[in-house]
C-alpha cells in the first residue's frame, strides 16, 4: 500500500488466522475495488476481543503461502487488533479496514468478544472506516463465501463513496444459504448463557472447559441482527462506539455522593 496508485487502499484483517478460506475469499473480492493487503493472525484468534499486545515483541511477516496470489500477505503472531496497527504503521494509511469473513457469525453480545469486530474497531480508533463481516455455516458446520464475498465488495465500494459517520462501523453477517436480501438492523440481545464443564486429566488434575449455549430473546424479530440472519436476509448492523450512558447522567448526578 506504500506504492503510488489512485485505486483505494483496504486493509484486510480477520481473527480466524491467515490460512482461513474466509479471509481468502474476501481479499480476493476487494481486489477488484482497490488495492488490497491483508494482516492477519498466523493462528486463529478467535473470542479474544479487542486484545493489544505490549509485553512482548510482535513479529510481522510475508507469507506467499496462503494463496492470495498477487495480493501482499502478512501474518502476525498477535491479535486481530495488534493486525491493523502493525499493518496501519508499517504499510501505509488505507482507505478502508475490513475484517473477515469470520467462520460463524457475530451477533448481539458477540460483538463484545469477538476478535472479528475488534480488528473493524481498531480501525476505527485509528479514524478509518471500517466493516466487520461474517458467515453462518449450514447445519453441517460447512461455509459458503460466494454470496457474502461477492456483497462485501459491493458494500465496500458503497463505503469508500458515501464514507461512514464519526466512530460507526458495520457488522455484517450472512446467513448460511442464499440471502433472501438484505436488512439494516439493531444489535440484538443474542447472548450464551455459560457452562462450566469440569473434567480430570490422566494424572488426576482438574481442569475446566467453558462451554455454553445459545440464547436469543428477541430471536424472531426481524429489526434484530439475529433475526434478520435466521430469516435468511443478510444483516447490516451500524454500531457506535460510545459507551456512554447518556440517560443517566442526569439522574446520577443527583445521588453519587460528592468527596
Not at 12 to 25: E, M, Q, R, T, Y
Not at 185 to 194: A, F, I, L, Q, Y
Not at 196 to 220: C, F, K, L, M, N
Request: proline share 7%; hydrophobic share 40%; with cysteine.
Amino acid at each position: 500500500m506504500t506504492g503510488f496508485s489512485d485505486r483505494p487502499r483496504i486493509l484486510v484483517a480477520n481473527d480466524d488466522g491467515i490460512f482461513s478460506p474466509g479471509i481468502k475469499a474476501l481479499a480476493l473480492a476487494l481486489a477488484d475495488v482497490g488495492d488490497v493487503v491483508v494482516v492477519a493472525p498466523d493462528v486463529e484468534q478467535s473470542a479474544v476481543g479487542h486484545g493489544i499486545t505490549i509485553r512482548r515483541p510482535l513479529r510481522f511477516k510475508h507469507t506467499a503461502a496462503a494463496g492470495f496470489g498477487e495480493i501482499p500477505a502478512y501474518r502476525v503472531d498477535g491479535t486481530p487488533a495488534d493486525c491493523v496497527v502493525l499493518g496501519v504503521h508499517l504499510l501505509g494509511r488505507p482507505d478502508l479496514v475490513v475484517s473477515g469473513i469470520n467462520l460463524g457469525p457475530n451477533l448481539g453480545d458477540d460483538l463484545t468478544h469477538s476478535g472479528t469486530v475488534a480488528a473493524a474497531i481498531e480501525g476505527l480508533a485509528l479514524g478509518l472506516p471500517s466493516i466487520a463481516f461474517s458467515q453462518q455455516g449450514n447445519g453441517g458446520g460447512e461455509y459458503s463465501f460466494t454470496a457474502g464475498a461477492a456483497y462485501a465488495a459491493r458494500l465496500a465500494r458503497a463505503v469508500l463513496a458515501k464514507g461512514l459517520p464519526p466512530r460507526v462501523l458495520l457488522n455484517v453477517n450472512f446467513p448460511a444459504g442464499l440471502p433472501r436480501g438484505v436488512r439494516i438492523t439493531k444489535v440484538g440481545e443474542h447472548r450464551w448463557e455459560d457452562s462450566i464443564i469440569t473434567r480430570h486429566d490422566p494424572e488426576g488434575r482438574e481442569y475446566h472447559w467453558v462451554a455454553g449455549q445459545s440464547r436469543a430473546a428477541d430471536a424472531h424479530d426481524p429489526d434484530t441482527d439475529y433475526g434478520a440472519v435466521q430469516a435468511g436476509y443478510v444483516s447490516v448492523t451500524p454500531v457506535r462506539l460510545d459507551l456512554t450512558a447518556r440517560d443517566l447522567l442526569g439522574e446520577l448526578a443527583g445521588y453519587v455522593p460528592e468527596i
